[in-house]
């Protein structure tokens, strides 16, 4: 089975685990036009519309920064390490459920959907998975085409948009 992301105003076909993981890994650093490193995932069946695709992703690499503002605080924020404190909401579409590996974190999150719009806020309640998880999630949806599992990983009901 072969897969695609969808990002921003983009789509790639993904050729295999390892293949997805790299690519989302890449996206985690890049620094998106409203000056922050963030962004939301669409990840299926290739031939699917992203619509149907069942793996959502909205990660935060640097939660709790603000936009880039200038040429040495952009410097700065490329040398950050997603791993060491980024975050993100993956949720299982079919299911509509919620991964978490224990991660919590505080303060407003919002992540870049598209180039050419605000950013989007959500809900930090719901970013209950490291970076570092999210890349094993990725390897693993494209994997088995399942919902994937991983160390330490439960998955619970998406709670509703008003709690």
């Not at 969808?6 to 036009?33: C, H, K, Q």
């Amino acid at each position: 089975m072969s897969f695609r992301i969808w990002w921003d105003i983009n789509n790639e076909p993904l050729a295999g685990p390892a293949e997805a993981e790299e690519f989302v890994r890449d996206l985690t650093r890049m620094v998106a036009p409203q000056g922050v490193r963030s962004g939301r995932l669409r990840i299926g069946p290739d031939g699917a519309e992203q619509s149907a695709a069942p793996l959502h992703v909205d990660f935060v690499s640097d939660p709790g920064l603000g936009p880039i503002s200038g040429l040495g605080e952009l410097e700065a924020r490329v040398e950050r390490d997603p791993e060491a404190e980024g975050v993100a909401v993956v949720v299982w579409r079919p299911g509509n459920e919620l991964a978490s590996d224990g991660t919590e974190v505080s303060g407003s999150l919002a992540v870049s959907e598209s180039a050419y719009k605000p950013l989007v806020p959500i809900a930090s309640g719901l970013a209950r998975v490291s970076v570092t998880t999210l890349y094993a999630l990725v390897a693993g949806y494209t994997a088995t085409g399942e919902r994937p599992e991983g160390e330490g990983v439960e998955w619970g009901p998406l709670p509703a948009e008003d709690e």
